[in-house]
């Protein structure tokens, strides 16, 4: 499944995260000028909005796959034909390993990975504003 929407990802997460990072940028730049301000605040969180939204659905993936071996538990395995038993021991102990979506093996799209891009771009944006700060005072 990876392979399938993984340079797609690349591409809207990748392009997201850029026009993100842009959007800050332009807002610590902007500061002084309240009527542009707005701009930049929108742009920033409509760029959260998606990547949260895109975050959440990489989340709810590994969620319901580690549901998979809970539901094949709890069914009627014990009525079913031993050859599927077997099967259905293979399904278990693979479905206890999270299924995750990930940007060629270095992001995780989860809601954990969201919290780390949001953290780093506050970052970011106060490290940016006190350079800017401190420039203005000498």
């Known amino acids: 499944m990876e392979s399938t929407i ?4 690349l591409f809207d997460i990748g392009s997201g995260l850029i026009m ?28 959260s909005g998606r990547l949260f939204f895109n975050s959440w659905t990489g989340q709810e993936v590994t969620d319901h796959s580690l549901e998979v071996s809970t ?5 009627l395995w014990y009525n079913v034909p031993t050859k599927a038993q077997k099967l259905l021991k ?15 093996k270095l992001y995780v799209i989860n809601l954990e990975g969201f919290n780390t891009v949001m953290r780093t771009s506050v970052s970011y944006c106060t490290v940016m504003i006190s350079l800017r700060d ?3 005072n000498t």
């Open 71 to 75: 539901a094949a538990y709890d069914g």
């Open 134 to 136: 401190s420039s203005k």
């Open 90 to 104: 293979l399904l278990i102990a693979r479905s206890q390993k999270a299924s995750r979506i990930t940007i060629a």
């Open 20 to 47: 993100h990072i842009s959007s800050c940028v332009m807002f610590v730049i902007q500061m002084n000028q309240s009527s542009k301000i707005l701009q930049y605040v929108a742009l920033v969180m409509l760029q």
């Open 6 to 9: 993984m340079l797609f990802l």
